[in-house]
């Protein structure tokens, strides 16, 4: 019987420093991911009827996302998204979920609260697995990143339309100005303006 103890009590110790090992390592790629001084990457987006691919600069919550059909800002509460085929700009305070499936940066703001997490090593990635607590958003995500470098290089999502696989290249850490995450209506003095908040 004590013998008995003695292995649950070893699984239990091993299954605890597991899920510990799966948030140090979130944490150690959120503090590279969200630098004071920001950050720029490529991305290919595929999914939920989506496939496109740009260029994404961030800095903490905000960012700046450009594909050929559209251009988004985000100043950490409001967002600008410029829709090229007709002109049009519109004006919204996105949710936590709208913002993961535009921005794939914004997992290392959500993990903290709301899901459990699962970590394996594939070659010199570690995978982690969070599933959502609650089935508000997203509900489950895998993130691959870089076991030296702690850079992300894919997040797959699951939401209640599917998965949506976002692709990551070219990270690099850069000084980028807060002006970059605000639109600016004089450079589109012909779009339209839609407030949708």
Known sequence: MERIKMILLMLLFAVVSYGQTAKQVLDKTAA???NKAGASASFTIKGNNMNASGTI???????????PQATIWFDGKTQWTYMKDNDEVNVSNPTEAELAA???YNFIYMYKKGYTYTMTKKGANFEVH???TDKKGI??????????????????MK???GWTTIDIKNFKKT?????TFR??????PSAEIIDLR
Do not use: C, W
Request: no cysteine; aromatic share 10%.
């Open 32 to 34: 590279t991911v969200s």
């Open 57 to 67: 600069a961030i800095k903490g919550k905000k960012f700046h996302a450009s594909t």
């Open 102 to 104: 535009i921005n794939p």
């Open 130 to 132: 969070l599933k959502a």
């Open 139 to 156: 509900n489950e995500m895998y993130i691959i990143i870089n076991q030296k470098s702690y850079t992300p290089s894919q997040i797959r």
């Open 159 to 161: 939401q209640q339309k």
């Open 175 to 179: 000084n980028i100005a807060d002006g």
């Open 183 to 188: 639109f600016n209506s004089k450079d589109f």
